[in-house]
């Protein structure tokens, strides 16, 4: 049989497979570290690879790859989808940029706030002196494109006279909403890019677009540099509150996040004119230099509740300086930017099924409702789901255990990381699966409590050594010994960690059932799990632990990064600005903490349901 | 009789004086060189100073004082009204910074573009959680103004939350033409500031304006920095044609120029809430930082001829950031926006009588007209009339002559110089006045020809010794002997000057002609000097030279700086922006360098004519 060498960049790795083997297959052999969250399954979408040399040795593409890649993002393939039949040498990005904030394909009518419109105008001459070129073009552009009472950006008229001439008369102008020239090129061009940006909490996901076009060219990824300063909202308004410059310093490290994102990009900064933002009320003060504290206290008072305009260069964002970003509206504190992207990615408004949505980012949002109107509440659930305040929790990187499945008869549990690599620790699905695998296990009963070593084990939950006693006496069950462990240590879910999870997924379905209530109905038909989370989750060990509320298994579905899908649809479709402005304002925002209803909902929901 | 001592600062000259003398006469005593146009006769208002000490020693002010200054200049006098009865000790600022182009009392309908509201706001509570800050106060402003629709700017937006809370709820909103607010107060303020901008190729002039009560404040002068580059727009344009980075260094040295004039205002940038300004074509395109060259030759294209908004963000301009720069429409790239305030300030196009206006800076350009229509034109005077050219030809400023009388009978001259101090030179006043004694007393003929020494002299015209040969065996007069100049060398008009005043009054002359034939008219009803020079020319000599065409001397009047008084004008009430924007299209610009009539008229007014 035949073989082939396949070297995966920059790490340098290599080895030699069978004629026919994929390119997951190869970076797994070669320790390469490519992260695959399906397994190679062609779901996730994760193991993206950039071709470097031996396309030709690689099939065509399936019609997967194809769901997952466009035909203008270049070499680029699907690792577990490609087949390798010669020499390769492909270019595997690091882990922690990868795009885990995925967006669905975009279907949408193309209708841009940016678009162009090319003329030719006629020369001056003694005979029409005292007309000036600005002139000369915006009535060029009033006759030939019937745009009226168009404005001329100060950076456009700067280099005006020039352009007219090296296009010898004939340009491009990109109008912002017919109302602005913010940019002019000479002769006729069509290349129009757009960035999508959704600011999260701890990731930052930017969607190029083609706006002549409308389709999603390529994502990218990046951590959220104020990570540093804090995992949750909290912490970011905390540090904006305790340090002189925490403020001007977080705008600064997102600032330079999205610049950075830019420049990856390749594309020249003037050529992308527009910029539509996503991000909870928190990211979006930070983003714009405003002071956050109001948000953090009651009443909770945000700076701005509208949509946004604000130029790149006021921003500092290397985009088109006279480019205009909008940034969705953030109804409330807790119902932020990203919850109005999320509306108009899944329009639960104009449904007839009554639709529940969770975007358990790191914070629990969530929507109900259907076309007679959509109520939206905010989750305490704590930051459980995002791997913290449990023992061995991490976020969802390489190493992350994100799958457990755990035999019922044996009580040895299957593990699967983020990467395929040796575990670091565990992620929110990963716990979630494990609560879920040890309730069904018998190793914790329907209140939570792990079985105490002292009882007598039945036949049905013979003994095993996986379940003992910590060093202060609290019995945990062990997920991975440490020889099997990248940190060289037990990794443990321990008693704390349940009763974490427990509190967060009874935060998250008493404020569904207190939705449920306030819309008077006993049923939901759907539920959608919003958010880079929600991809993740198995919805059977969901249902398992009670997270969600009753639904049919098959009518539960993830939507990737619906935000993110907002932020496209936004870019692409200046109505579904409107649609935003629109359907966010008229969400009605149920104040949980304080409703009277909801402790009895919370409490009833701390039990882990007979299934 | 009794004596005080008046000191001069900032140079310390110091003298004494007896009781009642004036501070101009104590200057001129001290040697402190204090500029005076108009020899102490309270009519150029050129002689301001400074008192520093013992304000309650000099007598109330006169009525002519109050002219020039207002009640809200501080302890600002004039040197030729103000009589000394005590010890006083005032600052006169160097003669560089005086304000020559000094702007007429201004009387016009407040209505700026910036206005201030004050409002009180609810603050947030639970109740209406979900409106922002923002919304709050365009909510309240709409309430409480009818101010609909508002926007707000993102410079304001960043300090939004600590306004409304320092304010306790309580802010002043500084609303740009009823759309959106550039500055927000905490309470209740009034105060608000506007500058009124006049960039001269020679000279820049600032008027800094009470938008809350119309009134000019103070008026300001500088050197335009740009002259180092030489002393007209031609020039300019060279300058940025022939160096790599001319337009930018220009562009920057009329933005520090502004900026320096603006501190000296001593008034906090941010509450400069608007700017106009005026400026001919070529200084319009420099101070945008567009290239001029397109103004330098047919067909004379200007990059923009309506008029134009620009923040003074984006222009580094340090009013307030989010302030709207207003530039008055440049109407072609002879008639600038200086032109357009000309228009306003003077409105020949609402007068029954036929009025021609002369605005004789560094460029000639001349409107003709009347309510049935105003013709334009710009004359290519060259620089004669602003002291270029001219053997001993200098700038207006101190030790400049600027009048001259030549007695027929004696041919001696009496001159009067620019600080009343030795003469340096001839300024363009000067010149005119030069030629026309010259003429007066028969020294040079109706063709402008210096007599020739060997001509038998008559009765009339006696012998003098300062009618000479020069080196080179040319006639040219002497107007000050060495023993009496600064310079130590003799001062003469020469042949050669005598040939260039006659170019550019005839340029003049003939534009006006070649107007009148446009609007088929014979006689003038008004001439209006506008412009720093038009203050300062003697109306006699300009006759009695044919600079002018004819009109009854009483209704030939100068009119200051009109150019700067509309600016003034479009600064204190927004539809005289419309009024400056609607007649500067409406203006009929004639181009006469190509007009076949032109030739003709220019060789018909070369000489000097008899009256």
Redesign the interface.
Known sequence: MKKHTVIFEPAGKKCTVSDGATLLEAAARAGAGLASVCGGSGICGKCVVVVKDGMSSLGAPSDTEKEFIGPKDGPVRLACESRVHGDVTVYAPPADTLPRKTARKISVNLDPAVKKYSVKINP???QD???????RVTEALEAGHGLSGLS?A??V??G???TLRDGMWEVTASVWTGREIIRLEPFASGAAYGLAVDIGTTTVAAYLCDLSSGSVLKTFSATNPQAAHGEDVMSRITFAMTNKDGLSVMQGEIRDCINGIIRQTGIPPEDILDMTVVCNTVMHHIF????PS?IGA?????????P?Y??A???GIDINESARIYILP????F?GADSAGVLVALRPYSRDEKVLIIDVGTNGEILLGDRDGVYSASCATGPAFEGERIKFGMRASEGAIERVWIDPDTKEPTLETIGNVRPRGICGSGIIDAVAGLFKAGIIDKSGRLRRLETPLTEDLPHTERLRLDADGRPEYVLAWKGQTETGADITVTQADVRAVQLAKAALHAGAKLLMRKMGIERIDRIILAGAFGSYINKESALAIGMLPECAPENISAAGNAAGEGAVLALLNVGKREEAEREAAKLR?I?IS?DPGFQEEFLAAMDIPHR
Chains 1, 2 share one sequence.
């Not at 714009?288 to 002071?291: A, M, Q, T």
């Not at 009651?298 to 509208?306: E, G, K, M, N």
């Open positions: 001056p001459s003694m002196m005292g007309q000036g070129d600005r002139e001329m100060y950076s008229l700067k005006l006279q020039k714009l230099g405003i002071d109001g009651a009443p909770f008072v945000q700076a701005v509740s509208r946004l604000v130029t260069r006021e921003l953030a109804a409330s504190g119902i925002h104040e304080t």
